[in-house]
């Protein structure tokens, strides 16, 4: 069935508010007016008409609050950015130095911020790793010994190591042992 014309519902609207204007001097009884009422509540539901014009474009919303990460940053591997005497420290924010005391370890120096008595997150940084990338990986350990609260980050690697096969009757490569390495970049967030 179609949808019913503005027209139509006018029309109809019209006769039934003629009818109900007049019924108490015609002695239309109670009952019929309710079943009018219902019989026009019941059209205007279903009628539609044309579409509205488009609204106009909303404004923009204020700025969102600061995060709650007192400190981050992103570190590009010695390997990929030698650090000298510190690292790279890119998009950062509350970090002041990152230092590189031996193979796959960083001091990351957050002023005001004591890796004694606060944990970070640590991640691996896909564009600051060495190729290959999926064999790295970044450990917060708790802090950098004699840096009075900075805190340590591990990199390492797993090489690849050949071995013979059970049998005896060839070779195959793994992945070994996991060692310390300049190679693999990291994030770093301190809440």
């Known amino acids: 069935m179609k949808n019913p014309k503005w027209s139509h519902v006018t029309i109809a609207l019209a006769v039934i508010a003629a009818l109900a204007i007049a019924s108490p001097a015609i002695g239309v009884s109670k009952s019929i007016r309710k079943a009018i009422k219902k019989e026009v509540s019941k059209q205007i539901?279903?009628?539609?008409?044309?579409?509205?014009?488009?609204?106009?474009?909303?404004?923009?919303?204020?700025?969102?609050?600061?995060?709650?990460?007192?400190?981050?940053?992103?570190?590009?591997?010695?390997?990929?950015?030698?650090?000298?005497?510190?690292?790279?420290?890119?998009?950062?924010?509350?970090?002041?130095?990152?230092?590189?005391?031996?193979?796959?370890?960083?001091c990351v120096y957050a002023d005001g911020i004591d890796a004694r008595s606060v944990s970070a997150v640590v991640a691996v940084d896909l564009f600051g790793t060495a190729v290959p990338m999926g064999n790295g990986s970044a450990m917060v350990y708790s802090y950098c010994i004699g840096t009075n609260g900075a805190f340590e980050v591990n990199t390492e690697r797993q090489p690849v190591t050949t071995v013979r096969d059970a049998a005896g009757t060839g070779t195959t490569t793994v992945a070994g042992n996991a060692v310390p390495a300049d190679t693999v970049g990291f994030t770093i967030v301190i809440p």
Not at 47 to 53: F, K, R, V, Y
Not at 74 to 102: E, F, I, Q, W, Y
């Open 45 to 106: 539901s279903k009628a539609t008409g044309p579409a509205g014009s488009a609204g106009s474009a909303g404004s923009a919303g204020a700025p969102g609050a600061n995060g709650t990460a007192r400190a981050y940053a992103r570190v590009d591997s010695h390997s990929d950015t030698p650090c000298a005497p510190n690292c790279d420290v890119l998009m950062s924010k509350g970090v002041s130095k990152v230092t590189h005391p031996a193979i796959g370890q960083y």
